[in-house]
């Protein structure tokens, strides 16, 4: 199975935000009717733009090779910086595209290394294997970076339909690479955490039972060991959202999350304690939002920025939500850290 293309580079309505809103909009479903409200930073999300080596079929970014225009600038990091100077958020959670290609990547990870600051760097795995990006590892462990890796499977064939073909024995090798220098071993300062996302239109199983067999099916076949695994659900949003529609998937799809809705995801829900900024500074409830182009808003309604960050202005905030919220609080949930409700 080969790899997908942008929906930007095909020209696609779905590349537009609004058009995917309306795509769920007109199908006969239940809204979202809860209100959240924010709980007060804890994580301070960095989406450092869209350029990637790949091109995975389910990417809710969709981010590719071509999309180099959408780079965070070295200004707006040290923007970020002084906005995250007057928070008592304690993880910066830097994701992308593949974060790692942002050329000032490695300044914004040592910046928040000098804060203390847990650093989480949201990997593909495979752009390890890039020139530029052949030392991370080492650089990683120097510096205690937690690892978040995507691995759709521990099969092979499931993760190459998802992500194209030779991308599981890429990221076998980059695991290694990272085994090789103390990550996934048991050292808390070495974290190496695996993110599976269901490949097709079905929800993630039991987290802590797929982490055991995740556990045991990457040492047996490929001496590769991993602490901990978190598994999502794949959100109605950019690609996934038109494969559910090309495939006929959708409506299905999106009842089977409804029926699945669980009140109890909603204190876990990852916009009640992130904050998440856009590659060009905007801000955001969360990282879905950011790809659906539903910015943050103040009490007021003002869309937010961070070079105008106010903690207080952002703590009265309304959060934006919309039908693809019950991508999050379907069965056990489903957040950046994986699973919200036991
Ligand atoms: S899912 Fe991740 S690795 Fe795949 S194209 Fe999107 S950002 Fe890149
Ligand atoms: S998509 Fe999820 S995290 Fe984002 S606002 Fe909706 S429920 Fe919250």
Redesign the pocket.
């Known amino acids: 199975m080969r790899a997908t293309t942008t929906l930007v580079s095909r020209g696609s309505p779905l590349a537009s935000g609004a058009q995917q809103l309306q795509v769920l909009q007109r199908l006969e479903l239940a809204d979202?009717s809860e209100t959240?409200s924010p709980a007060g930073i804890e994580i301070f999300q960095i989406n450092v733009g869209k350029l990637c080596n790949m091109t995975c079929r389910h990417c809710h970014v969709d981010a590719g090779p071509e999309r180099t225009a959408e780079m965070m600038s070295r200004e707006t990091v040290d923007l970020c910086l002084a906005a995250l100077d007057r928070t008592a958020a304690g993880t910066v959670d830097i994701t992308g595209g593949a974060p790692e290609l942002n050329p000032h990547f490695r300044y914004l990870v040592d910046q928040c290394v000098a804060r203390g600051k847990r650093v989480i760097d949201r990997c593909n795995l495979t752009v390890l294997l890039t020139g530029p990006c052949r030392d991370l590892p080492e650089w990683f462990a120097q510096r205690g970076v937690e690892i978040v890796c995507s691995l759709p499977h521990y099969r092979k064939r499931n993760t190459d339909l998802q992500r194209g073909d030779g991308t599981f024995d890429k990221s076998i090798e980059a695991l290694r690479r990272l085994n090789a220098v103390g990550y996934g071993r048991g050292d808390p300062r070495l974290r190496l955490v695996l993110m599976h996302n269901p490949v097709g239109a079905f929800l993630s199983g039991d987290q802590k039972s797929m982490e055991r067999e995740w556990k045991q099916g990457l040492a047996a076949n490929h001496g590769v060991t991993f602490d901990a695994l978190i598994s999502l659900n794949n959100?109605p949003i950019s690609r996934f959202l038109e494969w559910l529609e090309a495939s006929g998937n959708l409506q299905e799809y999106m009842e089977r999350l409804v029926n699945a809705y669980n009140p109890a995801t909603l204190p876990g829900?990852?916009?009640?304690n992130?904050i998440s900024v856009g590659w060009d500074g905007r801000l955001y409830?969360?990282?879905?939002?950011q790809m659906l182009e539903l910015e943050a808003r103040s009490l007021g309604g003002a869309a937010l920025h961070i070079r105008d960050f106010d903690p207080a202005r952002l703590r009265e905030r309304p959060?934006?939500?919309?039908r693809?919220?019950f991508?999050?609080?379907a069965g056990a949930g489903?957040?950046c850290g994986g699973a919200v409700a036991a």
């Open positions: 979202f959240l959100m829900l990852m916009c009640r992130t409830d969360c990282d879905f939002n959060i934006v939500t919309g693809h919220c991508g999050c609080t489903s957040s």
